[in-house]
């Protein structure tokens, strides 16, 4: 008897220390891969906000909003037409019901030959600001309305490129009747 309960408390000490080495090397590769000096490589930290030409939208009228990606020196996006096999920047306006959206400009890319490809590519680099128009009916209600902007873009440097990202941003702007006084704003977006 003492000799089985001796062989049941062995056998379950190896069990034990068994589990504490696979947990124990388990949180050492998780501890490793969001380590910095971790050779898993990282995007680069993109800047992506929205922006209204105006402080107010009248009822009637159509306000310019923008979406603006700030890119970090080193690092660039693929230009909405994008080379073949390369992710494009794309922008997707979903506004409530009644308000329209024009199409989105995208802006002019810069035409590079990388390290990585044969090929010249179409980029973004530092600031990228797609435009668009919101068109707000007559009778469309006052007060808050809030657009959302999906936007998808793939980061790459000179050598690699990063996994595609989504990324959303709110746009809420308040809408006011068509003879209430409106302020131009966000000049370096749209021009003074």
Known sequence: MIRKLFTTHVTLSLVVASLLVAVTTTAHRATASTNPASPVVQGANIGVNG????????????VQAAVVLDIPRGFHVNANKAAKFSIPTAVKIDAPKGLRVSPVAYPRAVVRRLGFSKEALSLYEGRAVMRFNIIVPANYQTGLTELRAKVTYQSCNDEVCFPPTTREVKLGINVVGANESVKRINGQYFGR
């Open 51 to 62: 922006f209204f030409a105006a402080d107010k939208a009248q009822r009637g009228r159509t």
